[in-house]
């Protein structure tokens, strides 16, 4: 089993800057990705930024430009900087690890979630 931990969510002005973290841990032979995904009141979960251990990091438009992804691989730690927020970024955010345990088993693995609210 593994879990991933988040931490970092909270409550900032417009223009502001957040910074994301989460780590995975437990039966992890390798991690293939790690990314983010985000959804707000009443609308579907959507992409915000995923890192591939091999492969093109994406984006999701909206965030193009204001939000950065990064991974520590040594930590199994992925980070999400998102800066000039913006009302519309307001949702939970979800940290999403994609993990091939040591009994070969691949399977996809959620955080609990943490809020940020962009909000003056």
């Known amino acids: 089993q593994v879990q991933l931990v988040e931490s970092g969510g909270g409550l900032v002005q417009p223009g502001g800057s957040l910074r994301l973290s989460c780590t995975a841990s437990?039966?992890?032979?390798?991690?293939?990705?790690m990314g983010w995904y985000r959804q707000a009141p009443g609308k579907p979960r959507e992409l915000v930024a995923i890192m591939p251990t091999v492969g093109r990091t994406n984006y999701a438009d909206s965030v193009l430009g204001r939000f950065t992804i990064s991974r520590d691989n040594a930590k199994n730690t992925v980070y999400l900087q998102m800066t000039s927020l913006k009302p519309e970024d307001t949702a939970v955010y979800s940290c999403?690890?994609?993990?091939?345990?040591?009994?070969?088993?691949?399977?996809?693995?959620w955080g609990q979630g943490t809020q940020v609210t962009v909000s003056s």
């Open positions: 999403y690890a994609d993990v091939r345990a040591w009994n070969l088993a691949r399977n996809d693995y």
């Open positions: 437990g039966s992890i032979r390798v991690i293939n990705a």
